[in-house]
């Protein structure tokens, strides 16, 4: 044994008796605790600070849970005004970046390999300087989005260097940017607010998945809808899209018009309506005449290929609106008029007199906007020209999402990269230096007026890794540049000593009134050249580059959950598909996982088909996010295909060119396909949308649901079908005495489908990834699911073996979303199968699972009539949590190990949390203290956890409706403790709800 010094001596003393005995062997580090505890700490106790999601733009607060000085849980920060407390499925996983096995270990440098090696920083700094130094004009920095201050360091780099500064998002939406300009003479993006309109017109935005602010859209829009508070039913929503995607499911109608017509309708829209209410007083009348008169509703009807009666009825239905708000195609239908498209419709919105209530116009950001994609044109035709000699990049990945970039890269001298994990671009550069997880980093962020939000370190750096806002000042001050004094953390701070710094750290930013801007309506009239959408290609399907629901640009492919989770519409994982309606498929000879070759002018690709009803014949539709050959989940490297591409890159057969405005184009491209006779299996996690009758998703009408219909059911858990043959009281299903049975209810009127609270499960509770691999073999450990069902079902079909969900049909939008996880059963069939006893029924009712007992015989799930509990088949927990990622594991929840089987527990460890301190105050657990995971996450507040035997608790006041309430399979007498709410039709359009 080495000596030891006083230090040492200390630790180990620390450690105690029976621990130093075992340290003489081992290192002593790997077992000191804290011999100075920091007050914050409390071993066992989580400690959680405010902080600010950068996964998006949107920058949504957190509340960061650490265990002795790791982050293990992201939660919504209640006092955000943009989030309030929820957390969407993106910022759940995001989490997992600070412990990802892509992560750069240091600064790293080309090789004679040709492969990227490992070098110290000086040598690192060094070498960048010198390129620097000698690069002349040819310095250009791009990146993403980043904070002011951050921002502020990148600006006085830029003038040091020389560098011209480009700020780079795939999903730029320049287009809304410069036509809101034109309409409203005001060059920003709008702030929606949905919960203020009555009806909503959407023209393809999906502000509910990938819009603008989607969590805060869902909650405006599920508390619109509320029908406790809004007896009439409250906002409706019509889509006018060619695909049934997650915003038109949880609509009321859906007019399938061709994809690139929304420009068009949006032209006859607004002239119906001038027509009728004139235009706004200080608006040119004749500018106004001569822009509509270029459509008609008839016009615009033929265009779109829909029944002109349908846009007459959308007409009346706008002017019969209190407040009526129409939202502008997102980025899948940004076709060559998408500037003149988002001019019109928000010359539409002024009309309605939706701007300044539903549509908040904020003044102009000082910070840069994202490039245009002809300002990116600018850079590409300068580094394909050899003008560019050094090329910084940070947090973005433009090989993989921007056309044309990985060609022109090559023709660089020097590329620099600050990532901090492993990607396409990443790998190409010459150096990395790369940047601080988010977990490790201070920062800052202004998403909109009156939102300033602090990013702050909740852990130490893992890693020899160096903040890029400290990289660049320390490389700005080597140039002699003009660089604020001391390090990135001290110039945030001064950037912010116009506030109580501790006090917005605690709370994580200040927050006030945002400003408007006053708007000038019409003021660029003259400027809209608007002209029908343009298609290349000679392909009689339009391709629609869908951006995924959870990938984003393609930077979400390198986390695992994202991956893993099923999208919400196709319920497809981990990798691409083709969107084809059935008779599509037909034409072409294929089915489902037959692979495609899809050829535009730019390019081709082959994907596997997925055949739908909720598509038009004349369209197909691929998702914007996979294709990626670096990273360990974002390529096929975990499935064991190291440096195999996953999926395929949409972007790839998209064009660089911008519009007549300057504008990125996505919806372009006419599609040629061809069967290529090869078949690729999906990773489909529901084989059907049929429910066959079961009553497992109901749904009432609306005067049902307000105590008007003919058939309620039998009070509590009586359900919604014919004669229910039992009905129970779930606080009764514990043992006498017990001042607890814990529970459920879920609002599926409320549920979209998002699937936030599926991610918060799986990084609450240790649940495993799996894989491609094991998931196409439906061997997937999610405690939770999300089942989408179309319509009430029938017993027709499902012979086959492994049928495709096929009841979608154009134009209708019963689809009903059921969260499903554990019962916890009264009378669960589970526990009185189990051979071993390791499921078994607590004294509060629970069904718990004791996997010490467990043989894996799988009896109980056999039995389980909900299909809800999960089996390891290989050991996940040492599997699929390679590197550091072990580090995310929670250490109040058993990892599982091979061989067991195991399911929701209702986040128990949330309970025992919860029961310590009543206990020691001698009183009972409040209600609302104890939140699940998955109800803590929920955007739309669908879910409701707590006490049964609570008579005046939010889950007795949420559950005992008679009009709604169900219990799922409740005619076997299961005695589930969750209960469900119907959902709820609120339109008389056949199909709707």
Known sequence: ??????????????????????????????????????????????????????????????????????????????????????????????????????????????????????????????????????????????GGPVGPTLGSVIDGFAEASGARRVVYEAF????????????????????????????????GSDFLDTGLSPTENARQFAEARDIKSHSGGGTRLISVVPRLDLTTTNGDQWIPARAGSQGEIALALLGAVVAKRGVPEGVDAAAVSALTGQSSLAQAAKSADVPQSDLEALVEKLLEAK??????????????????????????????????????????????????????????????????????????????????????????????????????????????????????????????????????PTLRPLLDTQATGDTLLDLGRGLGGNMPEGSFVQVLQAAWSDTDWDAALGRGGVFSDGAESPVTVGSGLSEIQFQPAQFSGTGDHVLVAFPH???????????????????????????????????????????????????????????????????????????????HNVGYYASMANDGGPGETRGVNVMDVLPSSP???GSRVWLANNALMERTGEFRRLALSQWTDNQRGRGLAQAVTLAEASGHGDDHGDGHGGGHHEGPPHTFDPAYDTEPGQPYRWGMSIDIDRCDGCSACVAACYIENNVPIVGETQSIQHR????????RYVGEGDNQGGLERRPIPDREKLGEVDVRHLPMACQHCGAAPCEGVCPTLATYHNIEGMNGMVYNRCAGTRYCANNCSYKVRRFNYWDYGNRNFPGMLGLLLNPDVTVRQQGVMEKCSLCVQRIETARQPAKNEGRSIRDGEIQSACQQSCPTDAITFGNWRDNDGKLRQTADDPNRSYSVLQYLNTRPAITYLAQVERDDHEGSH
Not at 45 to 67: D, F, N, Q
């Open 1 to 142: 044994m080495s000596e030891l010094d006083r230090r040492d001596f200390l630790k180990l003393v620390g450690v105690g008796a029976g621990a130093t005995a075992a340290a003489c062997a081992d290192p002593a580090e790997k077992l000191v605790p804290y011999v100075v505890q920091p007050e914050s700490i409390t071993p066992g106790i989580a400690v959680e600070y405010a902080s600010t999601c950068m996964e998006c733009p949107v920058g949504c607060g957190l509340h960061v849970k650490t265990r002795e000085g790791r982050p293990i849980k992201l939660e919504g920060n209640p006092e955000h005004p943009i989030n309030r407390g929820r957390l969407c499925t993106r910022g759940q996983a995001s989490i997992g970046r600070a412990y990802h096995p892509d992560r750069y270990p240091s600064p790293m440098q080309q090789g004679a390999g040709g492969s990227l090696e490992s070098v110290d920083r000086e040598t690192a700094h060094a070498a960048v300087l010198s390129k620097l130094k000698s690069g002349g004009g040819g310095v250009w920095i791009l």
């Open 172 to 203: 730029s939406h320049d287009a809304l940017r410069e036509g809101t300009r034109l309409a409203l003479g005001v060059n920003t993006l709008p702030i929606l607010d949905v919960g203020q309109a009555d009806v909503i017109v959407d023209l």
């Open 323 to 456: 407040h009526a708000l129409v939202l502008p195609p997102g980025v899948a239908y940004s076709a060559s008029n998408a500037t003149a498209t988002a001019a019109t419709v928000m010359m539409l919105n002024a009309v309605l007199g939706a701007v300044g209530t539903s549509v908040i116009i904020p003044p102009e950001s000082s910070a840069p906007a994202p490039a245009s994609m002809a300002q990116l044109q600018e850079l590409l035709a300068a580094m394909r020209g050899g003008q560019v000699s050094v090329l910084l990049i940070h947090d973005s990945d433009p090989v993989h999402s921007l056309p044309g970039f990985a060609q022109a890269l090559e023709h660089v001298g020097t590329v620099v990269s600050f990532a901090s994990m492993q990607n396409g671009t990443s790998e190409r550069a010459d150096f990395v230096l790369p940047d601080h997880s988010n977990m490790e980093s201070w920062g800052d962020a202004a998403p909109r007026p009156g939102i300033r939000t602090l990013v702050q």
């Open 549 to 627: 629901s959870f990938l984003g640009d393609g930077q979400g492919a390198a986390l695992p959950w994202l991956q893993e989770i099923p999208d919400p519409v196709t319920k497809i994982a981990w990798n691409s598909w083709l969107e084809m309606s059935f008779a599509t498929a037909d034409a072409l000879g294929v089915g489902f996982g037959d692979v495609v070759k899809v050829e535009t002018p730019e390019g081709s690709l082959n994907v596997s088909a997925f055949p739908r009803g909720g598509i038009r014949d004349d369209a197909v539709a691929i998702p914007v996010g996979q294709g």
């Open 659 to 661: 519009d007549a405005s």
């Open 780 to 787: 997937d450990m999610s405690w939770l699911r999300i089942e």
